[in-house]
């Protein structure tokens, strides 16, 4: 795999690091009856910090793209998940917190598990063409109804438990818009910018993208993003790796000691993941718009 799919993967991850934490930031100040609502959206964008997290996250996903052009879904996912690095690191100088044992010990487990996936599975990518459009559409449906299935459990809970669910949701789809942006770049090669257009992998990228935002952003504003920012960032990739393999026929080593080597990796890198996300360091609380705690009635819902 060329170097730049690294590099491109990497700078990525940095830039959507950042953008998540300036995100939560004024998600937080939001009114809270726009929850899971495109009002947000609308809402959100009079806050100039704001824009600047989703200005840093658009860099960020135009960079994942061209090092998923580049590279196989299964191998830049994991890459994409060190954005977690990128947030603590903003996170702590916002907050001047030091990191501790604990926030050691998250890079060290999520730095090394991605290493250690890689090494172990050596993904690599295929063309797809092996893949039947049962298994196809299988996958596609499965991976969609569980963003579903956890979006309706989460609205059946109190508001302080719905972030990790709701963040959670939007990964799965962040990861399934990895998979498509893939799947889209090689009708591009293909095809060219006809043959792009009338196929729906494209149209299904924005569609996950936009919804995963409306997502997203309702974590963002109901809860820290100690609660948020680590369901969201261990989804995505796994989500992504499944779709890899399931519908763009990616391959990782199945020996015993390659699988082995791709578990504990792969449990070593969420494991760090929530590590780093409930360091103190991260921002902590919901804001109403006048600074305020938001008031709750019985049910953890806005009153």
């Known amino acids: 795999m060329p170097i730049m799919v690294y590099v491109y993967g990497l700078v990525g991850a940095c830039f959507l690091g950042l953008g998540f934490v300036l995100q939560q930031e004024a998600a937080a100040r939001a009114p809270l009856a726009d929850i899971l609502s495109f009002r947000l959206l609308l809402d959100l964008m009079k806050v100039p910090r704001w824009l600047c997290g989703i200005g840093f996250m658009v860099i960020g996903q135009i960079l994942s793209a061209l090092a998923l052009a580049g590279g196989d879904v299964s191998r830049v996912e994991p890459l994409l998940a060190t954005n977690l690095l990128f947030a603590m690191a903003l996170a702590r100088y916002i907050s001047g917190q030091r ?59 109190r508001l302080v438990e719905e972030p990790p669910l709701l963040a959670a949701a939007a990964g799965v789809l962040y990861g399934l818009q990895d998979a498509m942006t893939r799947e889209s770049s090689t009708i591009l090669d293909e095809r060219g910018i006809v043959g792009l257009v009338t196929t729906w992998q494209p149209y299904a990228v924005v569609a996950a993208a936009v919804v995963g935002l409306v997502l997203v952003q309702s974590a963002f504003e109901t809860g820290q993003l100690r609660q948020s920012l680590p369901a969201l960032t261990a989804a995505e990739p796994l989500a992504g790796i499944v779709c890899g393999i399931g519908v763009l026929g990616d391959t990782v080593r199945v020996t015993p000691l390659a699988i082995t080597g791709e578990i504990v990796g792969l449990s070593a890198a969420v494991g760090g993941v929530f590590l780093l996300g409930r360091h103190p360091a991260m921002p902590t609380g919901t804001a109403s718009p006048d600074g305020e705690e938001a008031a709750l009635d019985e049910g953890g819902r806005p009153r």
């Open 99 to 157: 990191l501790g044992r604990a926030g050691w010990g998250g890079v060290v487990l999520l730095s090394g598990g991605v290493a250690m996936f890689m090494l172990a599975g050596a993904p690599e990518g295929s063309d797809g063409n092996h893949v039947g459009a049962l298994r196809h559409w299988l996958v596609l449906g499965s991976v969609v109804a569980v963003a579903l299935v956890l979006v309706v459990i989460a609205r059946h809970l």
